[in-house]
């Protein structure tokens, strides 16, 4: 869309239908994300699958009303217990900074004790302040605190002094990431000349980010195999792992393969990359990615990284990308948290060591053993690398350059969500000794 030209009013059937939809599905999207377990956006394709005659516009609404629904659910459900029309409005309006047609209808509609404004844009503090003012006369009223918008466990495994930080970067999407793979100013151009506005990072001179929500696919149609979406943390695993051109690397949990797919474009092709994963459909993905990028030499094989007998082979690297809580990725998927459990985490702890565990068999002398999980957890990131370390005393931290701040670590780092305006990541990078 032109973002100069104002969007043409709708009719008032479609702006109806959209306040009688979130009626009519909330209560079931609830019951299958939050009790069940399903993730939202699952949630929601399926529902526009069986729904084809919905078009653009009312995708467009049902994204906003969801998401923003379930990133504000612990104040508007759990705290305030408002259905879903009225749960749904006070999160649009604290998501955005002007209130789209379909929600002014909706507001008309709802019954709140006061007008609704949109309130994006102000600062979650401040918002907290409003709503309580608003909300106190209501019976059973109890004030909002920053906390209700995570799981009560939140606290008990995240450094106490991120807790604020974090929940704060929850509230708000992140921009979107795409990882270049031309020279960066020409997406730059072709993006300007559809009025997006792509900026590249400071220190990561191939990650560039654009606000989110946009159709990259109009944006970039012709260049769609000079860019990857990619989040920037996401890429600071391939810098990490810095692989030489002609190096042999393992990538054993490689889903649809993006950090498969960097460890090649770091090579230059001038390597190879064995990419595998428990499940098979993402390794299929992972196949029709590297054929539309023109990547050759990734081969796939289904492996679990757990409990299958290791390789005999050894890689000059070995990528753990581990399956993780994803407690990083909240800004992105709102929803996660309203499933999430100190039990998951620590699940998730004892399985990412298991993973080292076998795959460090595989890694040659002198090779890198490279850990990342998209969390922010201490179970899941320094509590994992320290009893890896004490288990094996031949495998050594090796210091790498943040990508981020050009900074050296100490051979583990973690992203935090404001610190490049994407997901939480954490990485660790060993060396086996030469022996
Ligand atoms: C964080 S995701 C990987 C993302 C991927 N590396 C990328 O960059 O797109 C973790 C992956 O681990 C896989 N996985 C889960 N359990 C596994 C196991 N026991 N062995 C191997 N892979 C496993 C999941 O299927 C998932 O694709």
Redesign the pocket.
Known sequence: MDNNTQPKPLPEKVVRRHAEMIGEILPDFTKLVVEEGRPADAVLNAYLRTHRELGSRDRRFLSQAIFSYFRWYGWTVSKLQLDAPEAVLVGVALDLAELPQSFEFLAGRCQLPFTIEAMGGKGIEENRCILNERFKERQGFEPLELTDLVLPDFASVVDPEKVVPCINEFQARPPTWIRSRTEPETLISALAEQQIEGRIHDQVPTAISLEGGQSLGNALSGKTNQFVVQDIA?QC?GLACAPQKGGDWW??????????LHLMDLMEQDGKVLA????IP?LKELKKRARRYGIKNIRTQT?????DEPFTKTFDGVLA????SGWGTWSRNPDARWRASKRDVMQCAS?QLK?LNNVKWCVKPGGLLVYA??TITRPETEEVVMNFLDQHSNFKLAPFTNPITGKQTNGQMQVWPWEAGGDGMFIARFVRDVE
């Open positions: 996401s695993v990538d054993c949990c490689a889903g649809a393969g993006g950090k498969a595998t994963d428990v499940r993402p492996f679990n990284a757990v409990n990308d581990a399956p993780c399985r993973i999980v998209c």
